[in-house]
């Protein structure tokens, strides 16, 4: 067995969380902002070190090609090296940097596998800047245009298509061009499941839909001491009856269903004004799309019975919508297999964040390998998985590459 080495990967993950550190050992790189540009090079530069054949496209995903002993289509791995704005060292960083210790470990065992392998970074897929999120990976795998993803802008109003120019990874390859045999992401479970079971490794079978809408509601600012309870048009008030009801929705649904108000913003935003304007998002997901539209249908009506008694408007509009995914099964078994064989604990999972891997499925047969996150903590500087664990997972990613690259 070629091993890979542990040393490595972690010096790796610390240099290139070195980039845009944050107070508490996270990281900021936003998504095609300077930091992300410093990330991008220093991953770009230790690719060519690495002997690949790097080409970026024309949405910003950089791939790496090593050649195989035959020219057919690669097996790929890959993530994303852009984070939150308070993100941690680990999600999608690892993913990437274990691709490049496999090559590694690859490269110091003389072993050239029959398939090339190639390992890939995609742009944006933390859609904290720029929505959708996986922009880069959406578009790799078709479902989104060239021009509608440079379109999209940030509250600053600066556009993917104006930032991807000016940081330089306005690439000349089609999204798409290199069609994979197969592809698995390693990543970090970003949830408590595996860290309170003590399990190793989450075999990943599926990913929940995301159904991502933002609500802009239009009232009347009035004096809040003067105007009685019956005559108010308070935009702030539908906002806080959703949030309560999408929780109470999500308890009742029950299942894997998840509901979240995360932005909120009141107009004026005065402590004596009742607020003439409110903006909020609603985040749903489930691993069912028939629940995930019966949520959407519930959150829908409620908005519409609220602000009807309110005499408030409301516009909406859909940030981002992604059905259910379910990975390949018999990809999915290997990743177990190759787990076990390493006197690995498992467990089969979906998984509760959207990934890269939930578009390259579109593509080819996909597959997701989980290791824990201490506390369950992502999204966090605090964000934190024990070396064994790192160590572990990008050993079942390489025996599971080489399997992949040697059969036929
Ligand atoms: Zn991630």
């Not at 859909?318 to 076990?340: G, K, M, S, T, Y």
């Amino acid at each position: 067995m070629v091993r890979l080495d542990e040393g490595r990967l972690l010096g790796a993950l610390d240099a290139l969380a070195g980039i845009g550190a944050i107070d508490g050992g996270g990281c900021a790189r936003l998504a095609l902002s300077d930091e992300d540009k410093a990330g991008r090079d220093l991953v770009v530069d230790w690719m060519k070190a690495l002997g690949l054949a790097v080409q970026v496209d024309a949405i910003g995903n950089v791939i790496g090609l090593r050649a195989g002993r035959e020219t057919v289509a690669p097996v790929m791995t890959g993530s994303h090296i852009d984070t939150v704005r308070t993100g941690g060292r680990y999600d999608g960083n690892y993913g990437v940097l274990a691709g490049l210790e496999v090559v590694r470990a690859l490269n110091a065992a003389g072993i050239t596998t029959r398939r090339p392998i190639a390992v890939a970074f995609f742009t944006n897929e933390e859609g904290a800047r720029f929505q959708p999120d996986m922009m880069g990976s959406l578009v790799y795998a078709g479902g989104l245009g060239l021009n509608e993803a440079y379109a999209a802008a940030d509250k600053d109003g600066r556009s993917v298509g104006d930032e991807l120019r000016r940081i330089g990874y306005l690439g000349a390859a089609r999204p798409g061009a290199v069609r994979p045999h197969a592809f698995v992401e390693l990543h970090i479970e970003q949830g408590p499941i595996l860290d309170e079971e003590k399990v190793q490794v989450g075999v990943v079978e599926s990913v929940q839909g995301i159904s991502w809408t933002e609500y802009t509601v239009t009232g009347v600012s009035n004096h809040a001491g003067t105007t009685p309870m019956r005559l108010r048009r308070d935009a702030g008030y539908l906002a806080a009856s959703v949030n309560l009801f999408a929780r109470r929705l999500a308890w009742e649904m029950g299942g894997n269903q998840v509901a979240t108000v995360g932005a909120l913003s009141l107009r004026p935003n005065l402590i004596n004004v009742v607020p003439n304007r409110a903006v909020f998002t609603v985040d749903l997901r489930n691993t069912d799309e028939e629940k995930l539209k019966q949520a959407e249908a519930a959150v829908a009506a409620h908005i519409a019975e609220v602000s009807r008694e309110e005499r408030v408007e409301v516009e909406s509009k859909v940030l981002a919508r992604f059905e259910p995914v379910i990975f390949d099964a018999a990809l999915v078994d290997r990743v177990e297999h190759h787990a076990r064989a390493l006197s690995l604990s498992t467990r089969r999972m979906p998984s509760g964040a959207g990934h890269d891997a939930q578009m390259m499925q579109r593509l080819c047969p996909t597959a997701m390998i989980f290791v824990p996150s201490v506390a369950g903590l992502s999204h966090n500087v605090k964000e934190h998985t024990d070396a064994a664990d790192l160590a572990a997972g990008a050993q079942v990613l390489l025996n599971l590459m080489v399997e992949l690259a040697e059969a036929s």
